[in-house]
């Protein structure tokens, strides 16, 4: 063991003369009862390869006993609005101020949270129109719930504050209207066996299914498509038109009774009342979002939309990006008096709210984020830019003597936007706190004033302290998988270089800050589209690159269960641009995005990856199993026959505490093996089902090392750098990254790949230097198949790493959505002149020139 890890107050550099956390035994999932002192009132950052448990000390461990500490002083009615975490597994903590958690996450799942909301810039905005706005003659005063779209009193009763109405139309539901309706020209009808039945009543009905759509008269059309009739009809299963009517004729017995369902109902009810993501996302296919009538999207009532400051109502000021919002409020910190002699109490308001929101606004702008709105919603943000938002909040609060513990604050940063960041987290450490930041971007790391490395790998393979100390001190830890990449030793793999197999030619891209901009993206090779943040990078690629491919390929642009921003996307037909060449080098879309890979602990790496079926086969295949009469089924924990009756196959029970954490005990039946005893009793190998799930893919690996399917399923994973995930790891405890690495994974498993085109938004997210290299490979593999690679990336290694290069900006906003250089790495980074990007990944390519030079 290095000495380090026994004594981390001996490391090279001089203590920091405020004190320490002191922390001993922590044993919080993969920790090996770790003992590590930590300085407070520094810049802390922790490190290792992803999984290594650098999470499970900051946020399991330090993080949930300090917010268990604070809880304990509140009443026990208050304690019960937070997300209490669990006590964590440590035998004692010193030393420890109070903390505050600023973790990765998405945004909230809801459209009424946005910017303005999570900032409480809102707020403010609200009180100015209020207090200082200026009304129409004889209209009353109104308080600011009025401004709010929110809330009743401000809601518009039309769209109920929502800005947009959701519908269908004929070409949404019907888009081929070649087809005829026997054909399925109603796409948005069900399929199977109630689409057959839909079909069977209109046959019933009278009206020609094998007709096609656009022949049909448009009344027809339209009672199909629009009608709330809902008749009972006799249903002749199996018989055509003629059929039919002779069997009425006769009043023959019919198959049964029949209700019909206009296609939007069916479509407008399953979306508001299915339990089924499945069924919804298929629904909300066929839905167009458009501008409410009445409020022309401004989700406001007239009373509110007629009250204007500096000429504006509170809606129009909403679409500011805020780094105008800024310059338009400036002049009124300093005259607010201006034109309001006769409402001196006016000028008052106006002058303090200015100062505050110019101040708010500031700490946003030093972070990056002057390109977003207050209006924006936070579904569309990504957890790298609501994390800043959170960061500058607490940046404004002034707390003092403060533990703020961060979660990869730089994940969706562009590197130029990494030093706005550390000046905001210098002013932080400055006002008198502590920073316990879990990092990998290694200029974040560089800038810390201490380093907890923690590792050496991920899973059982980590869970130690390599170090604890000034930054200098890491290069003698050689069991450091940090320290080669910090301090430049380690060359980069070698690539061979590849040249474009075709173009996928983009015209008239219009959608956010893109303006009618042409690209050209190349086919056959790995791409990198870079750019600040802002710039348009997603708006281009994760959006209209996905919706327009999509649409070509007839598919879903996202497979998971949706979101309301779902709705918000482009419908069919008006996606603002379009690709006039190159889809036919192309069969299919694939996008590996960081959504969940399920929202229940029901769903799990193996289920989603598939590889947990041929595991139950193989245990249906046993003696013991067959003796029994046993199939696969048997084996799922989601199925009666197989799983524990007590804990419905969850493996816990939960114990509701009121005021305390709800406790989540293993189940006092199968203790947490979700199975019943008989299922259990069946052994493969000398393991149960439930030995095996709780395998990590490592160990499974050399489990299942003579059966080649599921080792190779698990060889991908390992690959992927997910070694340490168990195999019966609940999707709700994967990170954005890992979740994305599982479904990359996956993809990975398919022995026929060419011709498809992926698509990655910043899949370096959560990943070690030494990941971010496993990952290229892998990248690598998908283009050796056939496959084109469209990645949108900061990470300086994988753009270096990539074949082409298409950088946007320059800026962020309106300063952005323009092709700013275009080429092979070496090409654009020798375009500094026109490109931001272009200095940093000159560096990073002369670091691997330096790194594959003989050391002397």
Known sequence: ???????????????????????????????????????????????????????????????????????????????????????PEVDEIDGLPPAVALQQQRGSPTTRSSVGSVTTLSNLLRMLYSRAGDYPRSQELLYAEAFSPNSAEGACPRCHGLGRIYDVTE?????????????????????????????????????????????????????????????????????????????LKRKEEPSYQGTFTGARRYVMETFANTASAMM??????????????????KRLKPEALSVKFAGMDIADIARVPLQRLTELMRPYCENASAGREAHPEKA??????????????????????????????????????????????????????????????????????????????????????????????????????????VGPDAGTHGGEILYSGPLDGLRKIERSRTREYLFGSRAPPKRRERSPQGWLRLRGVTRNNLRNLDVDLPLGVLASVTGVSGSGKSSLVSQFLVDALAQHFGQASSPEEPDEEDLERAPVGTIGGEITEGLERL???????????????????????????????????????????????????????????????????????????????????????RYN?????????????????????????????????????????????????????????????????????????RTQRSQTIYVLDEPTTGLHPSDVEKLIVQLDGLVASGSSVIVVEHDMAVVAASDWVIDIGPSAGEDGGRIVAAGTPVEVASQSLNSRTAHYLERVLAQDRGARLPQP
Request: aromatic share 8%; hydrophobic share 40%.
């Open 677 to 749: 005893g008989e299922t259990l009793s069946v052994k493969l190998n000398g393991k149960s089902i439930a030995d095996v799930l709780a395998m990590t893919v490592e160990a499974a690996h050399a489990f299942f090392a003579d059966e080649p399917v599921i080792a190779r399923s698990l060889n991908v994973l390992r690959q992927v750098g997910l070694e340490y995930i168990r195999l019966g790891q609940p999707a709700t405890e994967l990170s954005g990254g890992e979740a994305q690495r599982v479904k990359l994974a996956t993809e990975l498993q």
């Open 348 to 453: 008052v308001v106006v002058l303090r709210i200015a100062q505050d929101l110019v101040g708010r606004l500031g700490v946003l702008l030093d972070l990056g984020l002057g390109y977003l709105t207050l209006e924006r919603s936070t579904p569309t943000l990504s957890p790298g830019e609501l994390q800043r938002l959170r960061l500058a909040t607490q940046v404004r609060s002034n707390l003092f003597g403060v533990v703020y513990v961060l979660d990869e604050p730089s994940a969706g940063l562009h590197p130029a936007d990494t030093e706005a960041l550390l000046r905001a987290l210098d002013r932080l450490k400055a006002a008198g706190n502590s920073l316990f930041v879990v990092e990998h971007e290694l200029d974040v790391i560089r800038h810390a004033d201490w380093i907890v490395d």
């Open 1 to 87: 063991m290095d000495e380090a890890v026994k004594k981390p107050e001996q490391q090279v550099g001089e203590r920091p003369r405020h004190g320490y956390v002191r922390v001993r035994g922590a044993r919080e999932h993969n920790l090996k009862n770790v003992d590590v002192d930590i300085p407070r009132d520094a810049m802390v950052v922790l490190t290792g390869v992803s999984g290594s448990g650098k999470s499970s000390l900051a946020f399991g461990t330090l993080y949930a006993e300090a917010q268990r500490r604070y809880l304990e002083s509140v009443s026990p009615y208050a304690r019960r609005l937070f997300h209490q975490m669990g006590v």
């Open 587 to 673: 069969k299919r879309l694939v996008v590996v995005d960081q959504k969940p890979i399920g929202r229940t602990p029901r769903s799990n790496l193996a289920t989603y990856t598939g590889l947990f079926d041929n595991v139950r086969k193989l245990f249906a295949a046993t003696k013991e199993a067959r003796r029994h009469r046993y199939d696969a089924g048997r084996f799922s924990f989601n199925l009666p026959k197989g799983r524990c009756p007590t804990c419905q196959g969850e493996g816990f029970v939960c114990v509701e505490l009121l005021f305390l954490p709800s406790v989540y005990a293993p189940c006092p039946d199968c203790h947490g093996a």
């Open 280 to 297: 919804k996302k298929r629904v909300a296919r066929f839905m167009l979002s458009t501008e409410c009538p009445a409020c022309h999207g």
């Open 171 to 247: 070409h949404s539901m019907v888009p081929d209207d070649r087809l005829t309706i026997r054909e399925r020209a109603i796409a948005a009808w069900p399929t199977a066996w109630h689409g057959q039945n839909l079909r069977d009543i209109l046959t019933t009905l009278g009206y020609d299914i094998d007709k096609p759509w656009r022949q049909l008269p448009k009344k027809a059309r339209n009672w199909i498509l629009f009608t709330d009739e809902q008749p009972t009809v006799p249903v002749y299963a199996g018989y055509d038109a003629k059929e039919v009517h002779r069997a």
